[in-house]
């Protein structure tokens, strides 16, 4: 007896579930061995992310994709996902790198979000670990000469505050911040300590789960050898190190930081003025522009107080500052007069300055587009 179609339908939807069914046990399969991979690597002492193996696999993975008639690129999105998955999986089993493991680390600024982070992943991977806030004696004479670390996790308009007020430690103590400036601070740990000073900027929050692939910049203080078993311990967390001097850091930061931040400041202010629908925007915009506006609603969901001191600190870009709003001005009398041809030469000047790197983050963010458009259909 033929099968009506509702029926061939019905029979492929449930071959269709017990597949699935299939690939969550299997994928529960892989988190186990992942799981037992992060015991053998916390034994060999090795780091939790290796580009060069993921890589090696997901070129493997692709090809058995085109072996098989399926797309490239999903294959890809599944193992990456999967990938990251087993880096959280693996976090808690990084192994230390210091050659005394007995003495402790402290955290200045430990109960802060992002103090809190870097406690956190110390404790886990077995360190002894202080945490100083404020408010909080410091420890005894005794303690402090047992340190092997000190870590200034404060916000930054106090950074150097902190730093010039801390008591003397060890020769061999590594004193090292986690500011988004690195000059000032970098220049009062050397003034202060005799010992090996290293700059960390961490470029992520305090919610991410893993360090796996999170950018950390590196500016050099003093006695790199000693501080090595630092940015090794960085390392097998899984971070991506990226070393530089505090200055060119700095220049950077103006506007990673300064710019950045304030222009989607101002953006956000004028909607909130404007009083947009928000709701209106987001049912009609592209997956481009929600992520642009994700952007925008990301700056509001955190501490005020910390953007404006990061915007505060970049006080050297105000010149700069000006000519972008003059710049803006200019394009808008072009608006006004309706100028197709000088909006057309303005953009070919900026799109002569981008060059190849246009069409490197157009490639980059197609993957982010995808991401707001699913994200976007999972909320209805």
């Not at 070393?243 to 950077?252: C, F, G, I, L, V």
């Not at 700069?320 to 000047?349: M, P, V």
Request: overall charge negative; hydrophobic content about 40%; glycine content about 6%.
């Amino acid at each position: 007896m033929n099968k009506t179609p509702q029926e061939k339908l019905d029979e492929l939807r449930q071959s269709i579930d017990s597949t699935d069914e299939e690939l969550i046990r299997l994928l529960a399969k892989r988190e186990a061995l992942t799981a037992e991979v992060g015991d053998v690597k916390k034994a060999l002492r090795q780091p939790l992310y290796v580009p060069e193996r993921e890589n090696k696999m997901i070129q493997s993975r692709k090809q058995k994709a085109r072996d098989l008639g399926v797309s490239e690129d999903f294959v890809e999105d599944i193992l990456r996902r999967v990938i990251r998955n087993s880096y959280q999986t693996q976090t808690g089993q990084a192994s230390q790198t210091s050659n005394a493991p007995q003495r402790p680390v402290m955290i200045v600024g430990g109960r802060g979000a992002l103090g809190a982070k870097f406690a956190e992943f110390f404790q886990q991977t077995g360190y002894d670990t202080i945490i100083i806030d404020k408010g909080d004696a410091w420890p005894s004479a005794e303690t402090l000469k047992s340190l092997q670390l000190v870590l200034i996790s404060v916000p930054i308009n106090n950074t150097e505050a902190v730093i010039n007020a801390l008591p003397e430690l060890s020769s061999d103590c590594v004193l090292a911040d986690v500011t988004s400036t690195k000059s000032g601070p970098l220049n009062a740990m050397m003034s202060v300590h005799k010992g090996p000073v290293v700059g960390l900027h961490p470029m992520f929050g305090p919610t991410i789960k893993t360090f796996a692939k999170q950018l950390i910049v590196v500016t050099p203080g003093r006695d790199p050898d000693k501080y090595e078993w630092l940015i090794d311990q960085l390392s097998n967390w899984g971070a991506h190190l990226y070393q530089t001097d505090a200055d060119s850091h700095d220049e950077a930061m103006g506007w990673v930081q300064a710019f950045r931040h304030l222009s989607t400041f101002v953006y956000g202010l004028h909607m909130a003025r404007e009083n947009v629908d928000i709701d209106n925007l987001l049912n009609v915009s592209s997956p481009i522009y929600r992520m642009e506006l994700m952007m925008v609603g990301r700056l509001f969901a955190q501490n005020p107080e910390l953007y404006a001191d990061i915007m505060l600190s970049h006080g050297e870009r105000t010149e700069s500052i000006s000519r972008y709003l003059d710049l803006f001005s200019e394009l808008l009398e072009t608006l006004k007069k309706g100028n197709k041809q000088e909006l057309i030469a303005l953009y070919a000047e900026a799109q002569s300055y981008f060059g190849d790197f246009s069409q490197q983050f157009m490639k980059e963010s197609e993957a982010l587009v995808q991401l707001a458009d699913d994200q976007r259909f999972k909320e209805r």
